[in-house]
């Protein structure tokens, strides 16, 4: 029933695009954080902290953002800020701790756009189709499925990239550091701005979701 919809469908392949883009780091952040920024074992747990505790206390923010702006906008700001830090990241290399935990708070800043806004939309496009209170497990069974989803894309993907790049954990090779760094950043970055630009062209600019 769901994928009748055009609009479900948009919305799906955005929340696709922008979830694998989010996956992929989660995928490599403990390769990145000990082949490329060198931290010690015990700081890895503190930059991931750093990461949910930002998504977490960001949620009052972006629910004012969307009572301003709306659920749509304050979404593509999310993938913009996550973008931006990312862009900050590739930049940093061995013993720049200081840097990629500040990343890691901004990350999570941009993480509660994420927690925030797709079920918003998924929730208003089902009451605007009109299957609130008929089929909502139908919409809500294929959500769930891609959350998951965007988790085993974001491993096949990353990973046989990585392996093709010639990267290998534990490599200190400039060449390795720097395929791992393509997967780590530029990737999500391309996801991420391919999930801003449908966001843009099929929600914000006719400001509908159906």
């Known amino acids: 029933?769901?994928?009748?919809?055009?609009?479900?469908?948009?919305?799906?392949?955005?929340?696709?695009?922008?979830?694998?883009?989010?996956?992929?780091?989660?995928?490599?952040?403990?390769?990145?954080?000990?082949?490329?920024?060198?931290?010690?074992?015990?700081?890895?747990?503190?930059?991931?902290?750093?990461?949910?505790?930002?998504?977490?206390?960001?949620?009052?923010?972006?629910?004012?953002?969307?009572?301003?702006?709306?659920?749509?906008?304050?979404?593509?700001?999310?993938?913009?800020?996550?973008?931006?830090?990312?862009?900050?990241?590739?930049l940093l290399g061995a013993g720049d701790s200081t840097g990629f935990a500040w990343a890691c708070a901004l990350s999570g800043l941009a993480l509660g756009a994420d927690l925030a806004v797709p079920g918003a939309l998924l929730n208003g496009l089902i009451a605007t189709l009109g299957f609130r209170g008929q089929a909502e497990g139908a919409f809500l069974g294929w959500w769930s499925l891609a959350t998951k989803l965007n988790l085993a894309l974001a491993a096949g993907t990353a990973l046989p990239l990585l392996s093709l790049w010639g990267y290998v954990p534990g490599s200190q090779a400039p060449a390795a550091l720097q395929a791992l760094t393509w997967a780590y950043v530029l990737l999500p970055c391309v996801l991420k701005l391919c999930a801003a630009m449908g966001l843009y062209v099929f929600f914000i600019r006719p400001r509908s979701l159906v």
Do not use: C, E, H, K
């Not at 055009?6 to 996956?23: D, E, P, Q, T």
């Not at 747990?45 to 906008?73: E, K, V």
């Open 1 to 90: 029933l769901p994928w009748r919809f055009a609009a479900f469908r948009r919305l799906m392949g955005v929340f696709l695009l922008n979830g694998i883009a989010s996956a992929v780091p989660a995928t490599l952040v403990l390769f990145f954080v000990q082949d490329q920024i060198q931290a010690s074992a015990d700081q890895a747990p503190w930059f991931l902290t750093l990461y949910f505790a930002g998504g977490a206390l960001s949620l009052p923010l972006w629910l004012a953002a969307i009572r301003r702006i709306g659920l749509a906008r304050a979404w593509g700001f999310g993938m913009a800020l996550s973008v931006a830090t990312f862009v900050g990241v590739s």
